[in-house]
C-alpha cells in the first residue's frame, strides 16, 4: 500500500543517491576520455571504503584486445591495487550496463555492489539482452542499482554513434 505522505520528490529520491551520482560523474570522465581516444565511451570506477581505488574506460581499438573493457580493465586495477582477487567490500560504478563478459568479472571478483547509468539494448547483460543476476546458482550477487545519472550516461554513447554514423 503506498503512502501518500511519502510523495515529496525529496523523499523519493533516496539519499545514497547522493554518493552514487558523486561517483558516476567520475566514471562519465572516464567515457569521456575514451570519446576523445575513439573508443566506445564507457567508463567505469572502482570504491573501496569510501575512496577511488581503481579508474578505467574501454581501450579495444588501442589495445587491440577485445578484453579490453573498462569495467575489466578497472577490475584488474582495483586488484593490484589492494592485492587480492576478492573485492568483497569495493562499488564498481560504470556508465552503461554491463555485458556478460563483465558481469562474469563482477562476479569472479566478488563486488559488493554495481551501479550503473543506461541500459545497453544490445549487450546488456543484468536487464537487456539477458539478465544475468536473475539466474540462480551463482555464488555471488552484487547489490545491482541502475539508472543513475542515466540520461548523461545515454546521451554520450548516443553521441559518439551518431558522429561514426555521420562519418
Given amino acids: 500500500m503506498e503512502n501518500s505522505s511519502l510523495k515529496s520528490s525529496y523523499l523519493c529520491v533516496p539519499f ?14 572516464e567515457a569521456e576520455k575514451a570519446e576523445s581516444e575513439d573508443e566506445v565511451p564507457v567508463g567505469a570506477v572502482i570504491i573501496c571504503g569510501g575512496k577511488v581505488i581503481a579508474q578505467a ?19 584488474e586495477k582495483a586488484n593490484k591495487k589492494i592485492g587480492d582477487w576478492r573485492l568483497l567490500d569495493c ?8 555485458c556478460a563478459m563483465c558481469v562474469g568479472a563482477i562476479i569472479q571478483a566478488r563486488l559488493k555492489r554495481l551501479v550503473y547509468g543506461t541500459a545497453d539494448p544490445k549487450f546488456g547483460a ?10 540462480s546458482g551463482w555464488n555471488h550477487y552484487p547489490e545491482i542499482i541502475s539508472g543513475v545519472l542515466k540520461e548523461e550516461s545515454s546521451q554520450i554513447i548516443k553521441r559518439y554513434f551518431t558522429k561514426k554514423r555521420d562519418k
Wanted: charged content about 30%.
Fill in 16 to 29: 545514497i543517491y547522493m554518493n552514487e551520482e558523486k561517483w558516476m560523474r567520475l566514471a562519465l570522465k
Fill in 126 to 135: 543484468v536487464e537487456s539482452v539477458i539478465k544475468i543476476f536473475q539466474q
Fill in 57 to 75: 574506460h574501454n581501450r579495444k581499438e588501442a589495445t587491440k584486445k577485445a578484453t579490453a573493457h573498462a569495467e575489466i580493465l578497472a577490475i
Fill in 91 to 98: 562499488e564498481l560504478y560504470v556508465t552503461v550496463e554491463p
